[in-house]
């Protein structure tokens, strides 16, 4: 059973749909549930990581550097009383975790699996086709007007630099094998178009 209802589903809907959200909006999380049906066997908490999709980017502010920590503690504070401590804590962490897409240090090996896969799902964009990848960057770009192009291409270029440095930037084999090697090619042809 879902643990986001109806009323929580509308209002969130509402946050997804704000004018300056250009890629990370409703259609960034209508993307992700698809993710979650076409994988839902893989996870053991599916309801969780569907509150964790539908949660975090809840608060986006492309001038703020807390994002994912105001989006955990809003799902934190609504979802309270609905679900029970732990599962509430995985998560809260799996929303935290999409600021640096490192896999939390859970002791459940089940939920540091189910975190993986929503981590490399939240990702998948960067191993997409050439052309969607590329209309990626575009919106990222317009969520980031106010940022000089100079300025643009220091930060954006040490966001790529920083994923191609990983020796992987899909923590499971499943997105490892479907994204890897395009997410690559993608982040290398973006960096060579930011000059560096």
Known sequence: MSLIDDATR????????????????????????GLLTEYRTQFADPEAVEAAIWFHDAIYDSRAKDNEAQSAALAAEWLKGRVDASRLFSIVKMIEATATH??????????????????????????????????????????????????????????????????????????????????????????AKLGG
């Open 102 to 191: 490192e896999v939390p240090a859970f002791e459940d090996a089940a939920a540091k699996a189910d975190a993986a896969l929503l981590l490399d799902m939240d990702l998948s964009i960067l191993g997409a086709p050439a052309k969607t990848f590329d209309a990626y960057e575009d919106a990222v770009r317009r969520e980031y007007g106010w940022v000089s192009d100079a300025d643009w291409r220091a930060g954006r270029g040490a966001v790529l630099r920083n994923f191609l440095a990983r020796p992987r930037i899909f923590h499971t084999d499943i997105f490892f094998t479907r994204c890897e090697a395009q997410a690559r090619a993608n982040m290398e042809r973006s960096l």
């Open 10 to 33: 509308a209002e969130l809907s509402g946050l997804y749909q704000a004018d300056d959200r250009h890629y990370h909006g409703i259609r960034h999380i209508e993307a992700l549930l």
